[in-house]
């Protein structure tokens, strides 16, 4: 299933300079150098809005672009707002600027533009990221207490959620599972199509391989659909969920279970499992490769230090922290009262 919408043809689409055919070479080349599917369309449903953009200025040749354009484009996306009014995020943005830096580098690369626009395109610098704020031990424990592994639904709800919060793979990943991935015996998960098309092997841990195997056993065959469905989790359809879909379950019982809310869902498991092993004593390296980063710099976020954890060093180690307290030797401080500092 596509992940994006079709949309129509900028200008015409037998044109063999126009951006539907130029873009759809392009395209296969990015197939062709080892790109996944992913990315490939992700970067066919960019440049095709920005395709539009340009036509809506009269523009439909990629030879037409000028420098000036794509600086105001750049313009345009940081001032875009989305219906909800918020504005594209930070990733958003540069994924959109690098997908049309790399179109046109092909562009001249193969001889069908004389001059790059987009050469000496200035991106945004990247803002620095923030740990995220995920769950506490006790917070994962309501959630999943929170379920009725009793029901149909409520035992593929809990095998989900106790997998993503055991090995931390990322949402795409978990509904691309297929039956084989599980090993039983072993206890691991085979993720075959990670970010940028790479595999890992990652281990689940006794309870969460219990639950799977439980779902599979009770919950599966009242679900599925069809013999031939190889999804390792399917929806209440009978088949493969969707990222969309998952997601939306997956914040559905994160608002049923009564814990406080934060922004996101799936992901929100993977951040809890990374920094509860840290705080635990796991290596970093172990972490990145349960994650499926390519660089250690990302990994290194989870590395900082939680502001729950900076609190307690707070207390118990900086001398005004708290108020003293009558029977301490001194008079309860007013914290309302005395000299402010000049």
Request: proline share 6%; glycine share 8%; aromatic share 8%.
């Amino acid at each position: 299933m596509a992940r994006w919408p079709e949309r129509e043809p900028v200008g015409d689409p037998s044109d063999p300079r126009g951006f539907e055919v130029l873009v759809r070479r392009h395209l296969e080349t990015l197939a062709v150098e080892g790109c996944s599917e992913t990315t490939c369309e992700t970067s066919r449903f960019i440049l095709r809005q920005f395709g539009e953009w340009c036509a809506e200025r009269g523009v439909v040749r990629p030879v037409e672009v000028t420098r000036s354009m794509v600086e105001r484009y750049q313009r345009w996306i940081y001032h875009y707002r989305q219906p909800d009014g918020r504005a594209l995020a930070h990733g958003t943005q540069l994924q959109r600027l690098h997908a049309i830096r790399r179109l046109f580098a092909w562009l001249a690369r193969e001889r069908y533009i004389v001059y790059n626009p987009a050469s000496e395109l200035v991106l945004p610098r990247k803002p620095p990221r923030l740990p995220v704020d995920g769950f506490t031990l006790a917070e994962v424990e309501q959630i999943l207490a929170s379920l009725e592994p009793s029901t149909v639904l409520g035992l593929r709800d809990r095998a989900m959620l106790e997998t993503f919060y055991a090995t931390g793979i990322r949402r795409t990943e978990l509904v691309r599972l297929d039956l084989y991935d599980f090993e039983r015996e072993r206890g691991w998960l085979t993720v075959r199509r990670g970010k940028g098309d790479r595999g890992r092997v990652v281990p689940m841990g006794e309870r969460a391989r219990g639950w799977v195997a439980r779902y599979l056993e009770d919950s599966r065959p009242e679900l599925v659909g069809h013999p031939d469905e190889w999804a390792l989790f399917v929806s209440i359809e009978g088949g493969r969920f969707t990222p969309e879909s998952m997601g939306q379950r997956v914040r559905h019982l994160l608002r049923a279970s009564g814990v406080r809310r934060r922004r996101g869902a799936c992901h929100l498991f993977r951040h809890t499992m990374a920094t509860l092993m840290l705080e635990n004593g796991a290596d970093v390296r172990y972490i990145q490769e349960m994650l499926g980063h390519a660089k250690l710099d990302t990994t290194q976020l989870y590395t900082r230090v939680s502001i729950q954890k900076l609190d307690e060093v707070h207390a118990a180690t900086h001398p005004g922290s708290r108020l003293a307290r009558k029977g301490e030797g001194e008079a309860e401080a007013d914290p309302d009262g005395g000299d402010a500092p000049s």
